[in-house]
């Protein structure tokens, strides 16, 4: 259970070493959040994008023992249909698609990437899964109720952009894994950060993210 989990937060898959760095968020985790429904309020005015978005990624994985961080980028789709799918293009191809029936990878039956099928991950089929699934998901929407449930809030907001800490609840199985999370934001999610309680550190940052027709089914296609 503990390497399914570290796959849903940290979007595991395969990278390459680069040379940039990543600036670490300067989040004040000092002050939980009193009034969660003046920031869900907030939020719901201002995150023009919901439930049915598409976008390119990047992401950067600082590993302690490396002296350098691992890179990779691609694109994603978060869908009520489907739920996340996480397609890496660079620097190979991998595809992993979670939701609340359990983890699944892309495997390829031939040489084009685009013939394959899905299959689910067999530690991923556990009665608390769809739980953390579901957390992930309420990252890339700031879906403070969702995330309430297995997280102590923090909050911090300025003029032109704002900042959601994160912290595993005492009882919760991810303060194994998680120290903190934060997200931060315009008038959509931005950036997510995740150190580990291992020590190493991962940025996701989200770009030309758009909205999706909720009636249509989608999937994301190998480039």
Known sequence: MNKCLLKVFTLITLFMIGVVKAEVLDFPFSKKLQQPANVEEFLNKTL???????GKFNQEKHIKVLSRPLLSSGEFILSEQQGLVWDTQQPTKSRIKVNTTGLYEWKVTSSDFTQ???????ESQSAGFSRYAKSFQALLNADIKQLQEGFDLYWQRTANNWQLGLKPKQNSQLTKLISWITVAGSDRVD????REQSGDFSQITLLDVISLNSNKPVDVKAK
Request: net charge positive.
């Open 48 to 54: 023009a994008l919901k439930n049915n978005i598409q």
């Open 116 to 122: 394959g099928q899905w299959q689910v991950k067999p």
């Open 191 to 194: 950036m997510i950060q995740i």
